[in-house]
């Protein structure tokens, strides 16, 4: 017996009811995802008088649905169903495979004029056999609804609303009806974008009936999602959900930093760096080659008698190729606040030698020797180092070859480090600059791999080549005991970034300890 699920959606006509969501594992091939229902003012006489219901009918499941079938029943306040919609043939649907059918007036069977009343919509869908035309069928979704003579016809719009602190707030909503009433309202409710968290709560109600357009205020809470909708007229004819958040301005009494400082411009002998408070401050700058505490003899400050809440500084006469840790303090006494970090100067930038002019006798010969070729120049880090921007989480590898090398993956980057404190950030604009080379593979004779859809394991050596492990022996043998537990899998998406060679045979030639020499950084496995 396939389960009821509720599919969180934004329906044409809600009431907000929020059916139990069942186990994950319990969910069927086939779910009903959404009604497109007219207007309320349509339903009123013969079946929805003429408008069209359309329902969206989707597969999640992994296998194929043959031939999938979807039916529509309307059933009233007692439970009984007064109108059955003829069943739709949808035909196979492949997984992941959505599919729309509609229902007009003229495929419903023993469906009566509706007077004025409550009723309910119950759409089935189903992988083979047909459905039982009952009120509780398997697989349904459900939407109440108000068939009213008069039609109300409400159309609801939200008003625009800021916050600039963490008190709550009151929030306008207007709304505008058909024609003029005294007996309209706004609901609301917090709700969460998983589970919807209880009923409307009743808001005000409208006594203005001389006009059609109505406003309410309604109290909320920042950074908390709230539905809300409007209900007009006896028979609580209502407009859709809608969902709105209010988000918090941070004004901050406190001094704090927003964010690291910002490397704008790095070069081999000078850098520029860019830091943001809460609010307006004076600040020290203090610099240092490779000490942490920054407070040798060798440190030096660079004072900002002017408070501002953005300041720089470009510091120069640096060496090339090199640590520097700083450290910014902002205000003074108890309120003070700092931090230290560190950047890498880049290597030094290659300058030809000045021409020599040699003048020479009849006769006389001159061994010229030709300068070395100059090594490449990376402008923007340093080789070998571990660089990523201020808003993105991806942390990159600079190689020898001025390229970034990405680490695919949390699991990858730690089989070459043990944290992310060597890690400098640098701008977006020296960020898109940079070439990509690729993705950083697992370094040789840490850990085994194998992919997820194959119980093949190896070993990875350097350069990314993996070499099959035969058996248990071989695999206890490099890794001990516990080899089970040293084995990662890697998606096929970053499989290709391996190359397959000849299976093991001689242990020894594999040994974790041997594989890791032979790569002692990225630049070595990569042959940079």
């Given at each position: 017996m396939l389960k009821q699920i509720t599919i969180l959606a934004i329906l044409a006509v809600t009431l907000g009811i929020a059916p139990t969501v069942r186990a994950a594992e319990a969910l069927p091939n086939l779910i009903v995802t959404q009604f497109y229902v007219p207007a309320v003012s349509q339903y009123a006489g013969s079946p929805f008088n003429g408008q069209d219901i359309r329902v969206k009918v989707e597969n999640i499941g992994l296998g194929t649905a043959v031939s999938a079938r979807l039916d529509l029943v309307i059933i009233d306040a007692s439970g009984t169903a007064v109108c059955v919609g003829r069943g739709k043939n949808l035909g196979e649907m492949p997984a992941y495979d959505t599919r729309e059918d509609t229902f007009t007036r003229y495929e419903f069977i023993e469906c009566p004029a509706l007077a004025a009343g409550n009723y309910t919509l119950s759409a089935v869908a189903d992988r083979g056999a047909a459905v039982a035309e009952s009120s509780e069928s398997d697989n349904s979704k459900t939407i109440a609804t108000t068939v009213n003579e008069a039609g109300a016809g409400v159309a609801l719009s939200a008003l625009t609303a800021s916050v600039s602190s963490a008190s709550s707030q009151t929030v306008k909503i207007g709304y505008h009806v058909s024609q003029p009433t005294n007996d309209s309202r706004v609901e609301y409710a917090a709700e969460s974008f998983y589970d919807e968290l209880g009923t409307f709560d009743v808001n005000q109600s409208t006594t203005n009936f001389n006009s059609a357009d109505y406003s309410a205020a309604i109290t909320v809470s920042p950074e908390v999602p709230y539905r809300y909708r409007a209900v007009v007229g006896?028979?609580?004819?209502?407009?859709?959900?809608?969902?709105?958040?209010?988000?918090?301005?941070?004004?901050?009494?406190?001094?704090?930093?927003?964010?690291?400082?910002?490397?704008?411009?790095?070069?081999?002998?000078?850098?520029?760096?860019?830091?943001?408070?809460?609010?307006?401050?004076?600040?020290?700058?203090?610099?240092?080659?490779?000490?942490?505490?920054?407070?040798?003899?060798?440190?030096?400050?660079?004072?900002?008698?002017?408070?501002?809440?953005?300041?720089?500084?470009?510091?120069?006469?640096?060496?090339?190729?090199?640590?520097?840790?700083?450290?910014?303090?902002?205000?003074?006494?108890?309120?003070?606040?700092?931090?230290?970090?560190?950047?890498?100067?880049?290597?030094?930038?290659?300058?030809?030698?000045?021409?020599?002019?040699?003048?020479?006798?009849?006769?006389?010969?001159?061994?010229?020797?030709?300068?070395?070729?100059?090594?490449?120049?990376?402008?923007?880090?340093?080789?070998?180092?571990?660089?990523?921007?201020?808003?993105?989480?991806?942390?990159?590898?600079?190689?020898?070859?001025?390229?970034?090398?990405?680490?695919?993956?949390?699991?990858?980057?730690?089989?070459?480090?043990?944290?992310?404190?060597?890690?400098?950030?640098?701008?977006?604009?020296?960020?898109?600059?940079?070439?990509l080379g690729g993705n950083v593979t697992y370094r040789p004779g840490v850990k085994m791999v194998k992919m997820e859809s194959s119980p093949n394991v190896y070993i990875v050596a350097k350069g990314g080549k993996l070499h099959l492990v035969k058996d248990e022996a071989q695999a206890a043998a490099l890794y001990g005991s516990d080899w089970n537990k040293k084995i990662d899998d890697v998606v096929p998406a970053f499989f290709t970034d391996y190359e397959v060679g000849a299976p093991v045979t001689d242990v020894s030639e594999f040994a974790p300890e041997v594989l890791k020499a032979e790569a002692v950084d990225i630049n070595t496995d990569k042959g940079l």
């Amino acid at each position: 017996m396939l389960k009821q699920i509720t599919i969180l959606a934004i329906l044409a006509v809600t009431l907000g009811i929020a059916p139990t969501v069942r186990a994950a594992e319990a969910l069927p091939n086939l779910i009903v995802t959404q009604f497109y229902v007219p207007a309320v003012s349509q339903y009123a006489g013969s079946p929805f008088n003429g408008q069209d219901i359309r329902v969206k009918v989707e597969n999640i499941g992994l296998g194929t649905a043959v031939s999938a079938r979807l039916d529509l029943v309307i059933i009233d306040a007692s439970g009984t169903a007064v109108c059955v919609g003829r069943g739709k043939n949808l035909g196979e649907m492949p997984a992941y495979d959505t599919r729309e059918d509609t229902f007009t007036r003229y495929e419903f069977i023993e469906c009566p004029a509706l007077a004025a009343g409550n009723y309910t919509l119950s759409a089935v869908a189903d992988r083979g056999a047909a459905v039982a035309e009952s009120s509780e069928s398997d697989n349904s979704k459900t939407i109440a609804t108000t068939v009213n003579e008069a039609g109300a016809g409400v159309a609801l719009s939200a008003l625009t609303a800021s916050v600039s602190s963490a008190s709550s707030q009151t929030v306008k909503i207007g709304y505008h009806v058909s024609q003029p009433t005294n007996d309209s309202r706004v609901e609301y409710a917090a709700e969460s974008f998983y589970d919807e968290l209880g009923t409307f709560d009743v808001n005000q109600s409208t006594t203005n009936f001389n006009s059609a357009d109505y406003s309410a205020a309604i109290t909320v809470s920042p950074e908390v999602p709230y539905r809300y909708r409007a209900v007009v007229g006896s028979s609580n004819a209502q407009t859709d959900s809608r969902i709105f958040i209010l988000m918090k301005e941070v004004t901050s009494s406190v001094l704090a930093f927003t964010d690291l400082a910002e490397i704008t411009e790095l070069k081999d002998t000078s850098a520029r760096l860019t830091w943001r408070t809460t609010q307006a401050a004076q600040a020290t700058f203090t610099y240092e080659a490779n000490n942490v505490n920054v407070n040798g003899v060798t440190a030096k400050t660079v004072s900002f008698a002017e408070a501002a809440d953005i300041q720089s500084v470009t510091i120069a006469d640096l060496t090339p190729d090199t640590k520097y840790y700083f450290k910014i303090t902002a205000g003074s006494g108890a309120a003070a606040v700092s931090f230290t970090s560190f950047f890498n100067t880049n290597k030094a930038m290659y300058a030809l030698p000045t021409p020599t002019v040699i003048t020479t006798e009849p006769g006389e010969t001159v061994i010229v020797t030709e300068p070395e070729t100059p090594a490449i120049i990376c402008d923007f880090a340093t080789p070998g180092s571990l660089i990523k921007t201020a808003d993105t989480p991806a942390v990159y590898y600079y190689g020898n070859d001025c390229k970034a090398y990405v680490f695919p993956n949390e699991k990858t980057y730690f089989t070459w480090y043990d944290d992310f404190s060597n890690v400098a950030v640098i701008p977006d604009a020296s960020m898109a600059q940079i070439s990509l080379g690729g993705n950083v593979t697992y370094r040789p004779g840490v850990k085994m791999v194998k992919m997820e859809s194959s119980p093949n394991v190896y070993i990875v050596a350097k350069g990314g080549k993996l070499h099959l492990v035969k058996d248990e022996a071989q695999a206890a043998a490099l890794y001990g005991s516990d080899w089970n537990k040293k084995i990662d899998d890697v998606v096929p998406a970053f499989f290709t970034d391996y190359e397959v060679g000849a299976p093991v045979t001689d242990v020894s030639e594999f040994a974790p300890e041997v594989l890791k020499a032979e790569a002692v950084d990225i630049n070595t496995d990569k042959g940079l």
